[in-house]
């Protein structure tokens, strides 16, 4: 893509209004738009950016045998009633509205309700047992505080995935190894050494006195866990009492007490909610049973928000290839033909292989191009100037380093073809 055709415009300052660090960079850079507190829209950097997230965890889920769908934002009433999460007092974060008949819906903020409710039309017998469904969907919650930027909004991407199993077993296989895809979706996103599974609360609706959380150490996080660096586990400081921790094989002395941020979580709701929303099915012996049900959802904006600021350095953003927008930031300095001619070329040959260049092609100063591809985070920056092409080829440059070198069309090229899975 160039430059001058990107709908885009970075800014030197953010945004008075905005006090997180994730907001003000992404804002500043161009990803973001704020459209009230906790109301963010995505530009088409940060959509790429989504879009990248969401595609480690599709194919990651998709392996573990899940069917993508996608639920409505328009809720009924009925359905929260029965399982008692309607009223405010029992969840304090719903949005309500009315049709114009007067009847009262809700604006989802989750969907465990509804989609197990559909699911008492698609489950009738164990042939039709497992099944396991998600979605990427906007989650509507009426945040009381919304001081961190998209790490913490009033309307986010939320990947939720809902699994219905036929025995207590079944499930806990799958929710198993749902823990290690987790740890896998993390680490390709480039938090593998900062996200720990962490023992969090089950609550009496649920089918297991915990559930799982997966909470990336950081300094702007809203919550705080008691971390074992060498078994890679926590513990929620909502639920941490030493005796739970000597009981979870845990060595108290040695738990480090850390601000992290929740960036998935998974639940089992064993029969319980099955029971509340009438989802069975016949057994082969004929007998009616609950479906064992369990729910796992991921922040996919949140984590843009925590990658943002676990990575981003004073000159601004800095993307782990996995989700970058592009992976090169190609600028040509100067106004000679020759250079623009070189730079033309090398754009046209670098993405006829499949590498995803931002070409800046405007008439600005190297100075402003060189800040712009800090800021927005490129993993690679590519300058062709009158020197460089004296020098023979074009300055190669990574965002996080701060060497550079020369080399010539067929070096880029095979150097960044090679490192495109990095
Ligand atoms: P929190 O404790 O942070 O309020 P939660 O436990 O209510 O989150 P879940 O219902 O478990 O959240 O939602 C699944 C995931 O969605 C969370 O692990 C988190 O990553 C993300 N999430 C929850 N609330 C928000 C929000 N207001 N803004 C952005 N992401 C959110
Ligand atoms: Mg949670």
Known sequence: MKRSELFIKTRREAPADEESKNAQLLIRAGFIHKDAAGVYALLPLGLKVVENIKKVIR???????????????????????????????????????????????????????????????????????????????????????????????????????????????????????????????????????STFETMAAGGPFTGSSFSHEFQTVTENGEDTIYLDRDRKKAINEEIYTEELAKNSGFDPGRMEKVQASEVGN??????????????????????????????????????????????????????????????????????????????GNLYDQLTDKGVAVLYDDRDARPGEKFADADLMGIPYRVVVSAKSLEAGGSELKKRTATDIIIVDDNQLAESLTSSLHE
Do not use: C
């Not at 639920?71 to 719903?94: A, C, F, G, P, Y």
């Not at 949005?95 to 009262?104: A, D, I, P």
């Not at 319980?272 to 057994?283: R, V």
């Open 59 to 193: 194919d990651e889920v998709n392996n573990a045998g899940g069917n993508e769908l996608l639920m409505t934002s328009l809720q009924r009433k009925e359905l929260w009633q029965h399982t008692d999460r309607w009223d405010d007092k029992k969840v304090d974060i719903w949005f309500k509205s009315r049709l114009q008949s007067g009847q009262e819906v809700g604006l989802a903020w989750s969907h465990e309700e509804p989609i197990t409710d559909m699911m008492r039309e698609f489950i009738a017998s164990y042939r039709d047992l497992p099944a396991y469904v998600y979605q990427f969907q906007t989650k509507l919650r009426n945040e009381l505080r919304a001081k961190s930027g998209i790490m913490r909004a009033r309307e986010f991407i939320m990947k939720d995935l809902y699994s219905y199993s036929r025995t207590e077993e079944e499930h806990q296989k799958f929710y198993e190894a749902m823990k290690e895809i987790y740890l896998r979706i993390f680490d390709q996103v480039g938090l593998g050494d």
């Open 266 to 343: 998974i639940f089992s709701f064993g029969n319980h909610k099955s029971e509340q929303l009438g989802l069975f099915f016949s057994e082969e012996d004929g007998s009616q049973k609950p479906v064992v049900l369990g729910s796992y959802g991921i922040g996919v904006t949140r984590l843009m928000g925590v990658i943002t600021e676990h990575f981003a350095d004073e000159k601004g953003l800095a993307w782990p290839q996995s989700v970058a927008p592009f992976k090169v930031y190609l600028a040509s300095v100067g106004e000679e033909e020759q250079v623009r001619r070189a730079a």
